[in-house]
């Protein structure tokens, strides 16, 4: 078996400064032609997407798949809901995590694997204020440390 190849397209960095992401699953995706082709071109945005689980069938809400420039009639609507695919064991557990207080669905990346395009969701719970605070006055420290460093290794 060869090694898979792995290319980013797009990545949430909102997501883990807004939530906690306790657990990642990787999903597949429905998509036209087009819309695959405007994506091996990196045009795609999943800043302000979320997930949501209906009738036991998962689907990403306000991911933006800019219209590929040379697909004229066969162009989708950049912000349709788009389909995951997961398998029904994984949806049923999701649910049952999600009706819990706090936690949501929030996709973090959107990637090929191979030539399959894979979304990247994760089941986070929502950071207070008091939280994101702590997470900046950390990144802070660390970055004085390095910096701190640095200065002694000249």
Sequence with gaps: MGKESFRLIANNKKAYHDYFIDEKYEAGIELAGTEVKSLRMGKCSIKESFVKIEKGEIFVYGMNISPYEKGNIFNKDPLRVRKLLLHKIEIK?????ITQKGYTLVPLQVYFKGSLVKVEIGLARGKKLYDKREDIAKKDQKRELER?????NL
């Design 93 to 97: 557990k999701l649910e049952a995590k």
């Design 148 to 152: 701190d460093f640095k200065v002694k």
